[in-house]
């Protein structure tokens, strides 16, 4: 049965969920606050497709690790001190999520996620250059090597296959690009693509299947009956559903408590400098492990990402932080240097974090025809496939078949 769909956010996720939506025959309107030229951070970051992400980012020892890092102005991770009730209980629900236990039990369900979101990719039946051949993590150090290999055991047992590298081994995959490691772990089943080009392939094939958009559009409002939202009122007026799916990215929280409902998030601000005629083209995407810097050929153009800066809503760039990603740039790349970075504008946008490092996915129960999918950190390109599906299953009162208790939008209340 055709339901009248209304989508509030245009992002990865939003277009994602739209897409399935649309092709099951329902009627898809999609509300967003920016114009459709736009530059949020489904469109500027890595394009990393990556079941190996099943580690969420609240895990044991990023607490630790956070407060050296602060001290470093150049490092991969920075809270931005300022007196917010908001941020300083956010950080007590992640001080408290980041434990052994906790991991183990989010593990396999991200793995679900990131494997039925690379399903839907290869399954999408749209041109827009996925590259399938896998992701280097690269190690400088024998420490992290080792550490590395941990998590590549962890993954094979989890079904996810990872092989550990020598840097002869290393060197041999991706023989394009000259790199200074020590070796590294690679994940087969991860891939690439240009983030950018997705987005907007996407967009024509919502266009084509009768999707509405509704841009430069803020939400404002919604008209609600007992349990349910009958329609959502915005700067262009009012817009009728039947069912509302609310994924505006970092903004999610600020709608979210127009509805009664408590979304905790922090925007965590990430940056990227993208080459279009590198000195080198790799062609496998890579982290750098020690200095948490992604990098990404697309197109041949090469992009590398990185940092975690908790500033609000706060979109204004910290170069030192840019800087950051440029030197380890050229520490594990040493064909590169800092010159080829000169004139290059960097790309910042505000990923939305939750408190536990897991998305906030699936209905409400304060409104029955509400669903929320938002909180996906630096994996919302990722899962947004996976994510679309689920939600559109969600509005048919199907099984997803993956497992939702801990994602649940209401877990904090």
């Known amino acids: 049965m055709s339901r009248k769909v209304v989508i509030l956010g245009a992002g990865v996720i939003g277009l994602c969920t739209a897409l399935e939506c649309a092709r099951r025959g329902h009627s898809v309107t999609v509300i967003d606050r920016k114009p459709r030229r736009r530059d949020g951070c489904s469109f500027g970051n890595a394009g990393m497709v990556v079941p190996s992400h099943f580690i969420p980012l609240a895990a044991p020892g990023m607490v630790a690790l956070g407060l050296k890092w602060m001290w470093d102005p150049e490092s991969p991770f920075y809270i931005r001190p300022r007196l917010d009730p908001d941020l300083l209980s956010w950080g007590v ?20 996620l990131g494997l039925l979101s690379r399903e839907c990719f290869t399954s999408m039946g749209l041109d827009f250059g996925l590259v399938e051949k896998g992701l280097l993590m690269l190690c400088r150090e024998e420490r992290t090597l080792e550490e590395e290999s941990h998590t590549a055991a ?27 490691v020590c070796g590294s772990v690679w994940f087969p089943k991860d891939c690439h693509l240009s983030p950018g080009r997705f987005l907007s392939v996407l967009e024509e094939e919502l266009v084509r299947l009768g999707v509405v958009f509704h841009w430069e559009t803020e939400v404002r409002d919604f008209d609600t009956a007992a349990s349910a939202l009958k329609s959502v009122s915005t700067s262009r007026g009012s817009v009728v559903g039947e069912c509302f799916v609310l994924c505006a990215g970092v903004w999610s929280a600020e709608t979210a408590r ?51 800066e908790l500033a609000g809503t706060d979109e204004s760039i910290a170069r030192r932080r840019v800087q950051g990603i440029i030197r380890a740039a050229t520490r594990y790349f040493p064909a590169f240097s800092e010159t080829d970075f000169a004139g290059i504008e960097p790309w910042r946008g505000l990923r939305p974090v939750s408190p536990d490092g897991m998305p906030y996915l699936g209905r409400t129960r304060r409104w029955q025809n509400l669903l929320v999918a938002t909180g996906h950190a630096m994996m919302g390109l990722s899962l947004a496939p996976a994510t679309g599906r689920i939600v559109a299953d969600l509005l048919e009162e199907k099984d997803s078949g993956v497992d939702l208790g801990l994602m649940d939008p209401e877990r904090f209340g």
Do not use: H
Request: proline share 8%.
């Open 258 to 308: 127009a509805l009664r409902l408590s979304l905790p998030m922090q925007g965590g601000k990430g940056y990227s400098l993208t080459l279009t005629n590198p000195p080198q083209l790799p062609d496998l995407c890579s982290i750098c492990t020690e200095a948490r810097v992604a990098v990404t050929p697309m197109d041949g153009a090469l992009r590398f990402g990185g940092t975690m």
């Open 93 to 112: 629900r992640f001080w408290r999520a980041a434990t052994r236990l906790r991991v183990e039990a989010a593990a396999p369900v991200l793995r679900d």
């Open 154 to 180: 962890r993954a094979n047992a989890l079904g996810i296959p990872a092989e550990v590298l020598d840097a002869r081994a290393t060197a041999a995959l991706d023989p394009a690009v000259t790199m200074d």
